[in-house]
């Protein structure tokens, strides 16, 4: 049997204001991964989504379904 979480995993908000746009951070992102990857999560669909931050700002974000073994 396995079991399923969602994840989005988004750049904060503060670079969005400072820059106007966020791109998420690769090394933040590899992090996530590896951390999830560790604990048997597995990635099976990822997609990429521009997200509104209050009026004038955008940030990317990305929703992560991932999978594993119940234990």
Known sequence: M???KVVVFQEGALS???LGSA???E???S???NK????GWRVVTM???MRRLFLFWKREAYLIVME???S
């Open 2 to 4: 396995k079991e399923y």
């Open 16 to 18: 969005s204001l400072l």
């Open 23 to 25: 791109n998420a951070n």
């Open 27 to 29: 090394v933040k992102f």
């Open 31 to 33: 992090e996530f991964l």
């Open 36 to 39: 999830n990857a560790q604990e």
């Open 47 to 49: 997609e990429k989504d």
């Open 68 to 70: 594993r073994e119940r």
